[in-house]
């Protein structure tokens, strides 16, 4: 057996290397799980995980307030937060709904390795350590003992992987994933000395809080089994005191997010999501630790060898009394224990090959016994493992994908809202009302974790609107409750949950906004107006009631009919964010505003800089006793004074883990630091750029400067010459910038010369012979000068046509070739022109082209629109008399189209990227829509630039397929 600690540091690679293999070997088995978008799992709830990662990610980094849930709520009382914030991070790289498979996907297979770590750090022998993982990964031994899981089970899927893709519990699982490094980790740490371990048992224990709180749940069963192990086995005082550390730092580290108020909230809201606990469980329970505790004592005390044995057996004893307790003999004490079938399941594995290990190295008298036990050992685990051969065939089967998600109830419904209503606060069910945000930031009267709930009300009203049969009491309970809408589902709809037992009774009471004639019909709410601001008679609005019990149709009369038909003074609301809301009302004297937003004690209202005092209705909306006059008031959520305690404290708590890591000796320390930044060094290698926007300055600031201030100094012969000269220098700077230095024969050809950046090519790039190119008959050449104060600059511009005409010049005769906003007006053959100029280009020359981008920012949001053509100039010349027409912009490129292009000339690209343009500057924040959506944002600028080399050597195509017909 390995000596508990890992050591050696050949042990230490070692177990590094078997943690990336298992890693890798999970990463297998889930493969399609990295890569999926939309599942066949719209009943799931991992549909409001990706709707709240989706929220985060546009309201980045930390909103205060949730004003799409419950009528609002406290950002942090809905979920924890590693799942939400790792999910929102991916988004930058994945759209939502993958963001959230790669988020859950990863974490499961880092689980796996993690009962490897902690396997091998209590002491287990590698061989072990790889079995315990790979059975975690594949076996549920949970399935012998629970019929109704194990005929849930397609293929035997194992329970840790089957709730999660099943069931929406990525949340569940990944704090699961975390255990195993948290209980590895504080077996380390209790020892002396061990005060990197101890804090990085802290950081993971924080962590796993604050994933999911079943994960925490199990964990509150291991760790005292853990602590208790590893003291009875060695009877150590300073044990107690470290084990105690532990969970008090690793509080420290929570309390930014797990504040007195949070915790409150969340206990009394466990009424909506489970069952009360009972009295004779807690009996149970201790009567059960009372047992187990005399019997290790007798047993294992002062055998330090025996504390792994000692925390195997002591977890499958309590996990199996809290789960096949509750299936057997109604075992209850808190949440619901068939939610930690996974963690009996690793519990039971653990214990299962620690005692096949005794069983294979147990020293028999006789040969025959050392081979007997050995083919028990063997038997038994081909026992384990042969059944989840089925599985493993399978494995990549249980991730059916969604051909068309577009046609789906949820996001037909959610969508039609977002287009048409994108203000309403709607009432929604079913499995459309866990996706009603996965796309929109659509408002509802629910919401997706009822463990948030701050305001009951709209908890009471949805079991009276989804079973009552009395439309009445629906509709006022909407009213109240600032509803525009409410989503109805009948029998045929492919809704997965028909929630509304009658849904009939909306279509008496209710006019259709929209009916998709496949069982889905949205209902307008009648009110006398939109939004969620009312003005009503302060003396009136003091003497209503609350709304109990929710059945309680005269008091309910009362209040609706006081919102809805009380003094007819307009009043609007608008959201700056997520924590600013703005009220515009005329007021009177006696006259209050009502805000349907959920009151909270940490919002402010401002009228000006006077703060105006808030208070709770009788339905817990905020109601502003506003002074007389027309008023914008600007309501401001706070951030509460508990989370600003605990911001310090956990910034405290977290400096002090840092210097506990890396001041703890070599022996702990420095392994951890060298792990840590071997991983940031991967992490720097291969994740993806973070999505910026792509205007990388790849331009030298003093020849751009310089250029520019050329450019400035230039009279031009009339005033549309300067006109369009003064408006074009940003542009013309750019291209002087990147024109290369003079080669071989200090020779340059302008196509399209305009005589703008032609004089400067001579004079700012320093080439020897200039030479200039326009549309005309051929043969004729002009000859155009351009005064300088010192000077006079002359060349020679030959007309012909680029697409049609041989150029007048011969073989390798130029070091550079320009082409600045020319192919895009090529109304014939553009390849001709990329041709034609490498063959007048000496070998290694240069051919520089700039040209609008179709593929940019600007025409994608032109495109949304629907009403602009999506290319950046599109325009025709206004004919005239005696006016040439000239040739508009036939076809604009993509920067990824103009590439090829060059490449396909025989060119090799040295420079390929986009600029912005300052005049479409307000298009970038389409940008950020874009990255969430998983498209790229490269090369998204509405100016492409490319500079190319001429090869000899590289082959030429033609006719690209992209720019030519068969």
Known sequence: ???????????????????????????????????????????????????????????????????????????????????????????????????????????????????????????????QGWFSAIACMLISPSF?????????????????????????????????????????????????????SLALAAIFCALLVLTNFYGATALAIFYPILVWSFWVTARERSILLRALAIPVLAYALTAFWLTPAYLRITLYNLRYVSQPGNQYSVVLTIVAAVAFGALSVRWANRK?????????????????????????????????????????????????????????NKPFDTVLGIRVAHAMVILIALFAFWPERHFVRRAWEAYPPEPDFHNRVEYRMSSWMGTHLPNARTFVMGSTRFWWDAWHDNAEVGGGSDQGLINPNPSAATWEIILGPDPELSVRWLQSLGADAIVV???????????????????????????????????????????????????????????????????????????????????????????????????????????????????????????????????????????????????????????????????????LCIYLVFTSGFTDSQFYFRVLRALLRWLNRNLPAWPVPPDAERFNPERLQRAEQALRSMKMPDDDGDRYLAKHIPRLSKTLALVPPPQSTGRVLELGCYMQITPLLQRVCGYSEVRGAYYGPPGKIDRKTFDFPDGQFTCYVDHFDVERHEFPYPDNYFDLVVAGEIIEHMTYDPMWMLLESRRVLADGGYL?????????????????????????????????????????????????????????????????????????????????????????????????????RKRASLPVDRYPWFIYTP
Not at 334 to 340: H, K, Q
Not at 503 to 525: C, S, T
Not at 627 to 634: A, I, M, S
Not at 923 to 941: I, P
Request: charged share 20%; with cysteine; aromatic share 12%.
């Open 489 to 655: 589902s009948d029998a045929h709809s492919e809704d997965a949950y028909h929630d509304f037992k009658v849904p009939e009774k909306f279509a008496r009471a209710m006019p259709v906004l929209y009916d998709d004639h496949q069982g889905n019909v949205i209902y307008r709410v009648p009110r006398r107006s939109p939004g969620l601001a009312r003005v009503l008679d302060r003396a009136q609005l003091a003497a209503l009631h609350p709304v109990q019990p929710a059945t309680n149709l005269p008091l309910l009369r009362a209040y609706s009919d006081f919102i809805e038909h009380g003094p007819d003074i307009p009043a609007t609301t608008e959201w700056d964010g997520t924590d600013s809301l703005h009220v515009h009302a005329p007021v009177r004297a006696g006259q209050s505003v009502l805000v349907q937003v959920t009151y909270d004690p940490a919002w402010r209202a401002y009228s000006g800089k006077t703060e105006l005092p808030i208070k709770a209705d009788p339905m817990d909306f905020m109601v502003i006793d506003a002074p007389p006059g027309t008023e914008d008031l600007t309501l401001v959520f706070t951030t509460p004074v508990g989370n600003r305690i605990g911001n310090a404290v956990s910034a405290l708590a977290l400096l």
């Open 1 to 127: 057996m390995t000596s508990p600690g890992l050591k050696a540091p050949h042990s230490r690679r070692l177990l590094l290397l078997d943690l990336l293999l298992v890693f890798l070997s999970a990463a297998v088995l889930v493969r399609p799980l990295f890569r999926a978008k939309y599942l066949q799992l719209w009943s799931s709830i991992e549909s409001t995980f990706i709707s709240d990662g989706r929220f985060l990610a546009a309201h980045w980094p930390h909103p205060g307030w949730q004003p799409l849930w419950y009528c609002g709520t406290r950002f942090d009382y809905i979920y924890p937060p590693v799942l939400r914030y790792g999910t929102a991070l991916l988004t930058n790289f994945f759209i939502p709904v993958k963001a959230y498979h790669v988020f859950t996907a990863t974490m499961f297979c880092l689980g796996i390795a993690g009962v490897c770590f902690m396997v091998r750090t209590m002491g287990g022998t590698r061989v």
């Open 304 to 360: 330090p060898h025996e504390a792994y044995f000692v925390f195997a057996l002591g977890s499958v004893a309590f996990m199996s009394l809290n789960v096949l307790g509750y299936y057997f003999i109604n075992f209850r004490i808190i949440g619901e224990p068939f939610r930690l079938i996974p963690e009996l399941d690793m519990a039971m594995l653990l214990l299962g090959i620690e005692l096949l290990r005794r069983l294979w």
């Open 848 to 948: 520089l082209v700039s040209t609008p981008n179709v593929g940019s920012v600007t025409s994608a949001a032109k495109t949304l629109d629907g009403r602009d053509n999506p290319q950046i100039f599109f325009l025709y010349e206004r004919p005239g008399p005696d006016r040439r027409t000239d040739i508009g912009h036939v076809r604009e490129y993509t920067c990824y189209e103009l590439g090829e292009a060059v490449k396909a000339a025989g060119f090799e690209v040295e420079l390929l990227f986009t600029t912005f343009i300052d005049e479409f500057s307000e298009h970038k924040q389409l940008l950020k829509f874009l990255a969430l959506n998983g498209y790229d944002t490269e090369n998204r600028g509405e100016q492409t630039w490319c500079l190319a």
């Open 144 to 196: 012998l003992f629970i019929k109704a899981v194990r005929y849930d089970a397609p293929y035997l899927m194992p329970q840790r992987l089957g709730v999660m893709v099943r069931y929406g519990e990525g949340p569940h699982i990944s704090s699961l994933s975390l255990i195993p490094f948290a209980l590895g980790f504080a077996f380390l740490g209790m020892r002396r000395g061990r005060n990197g």
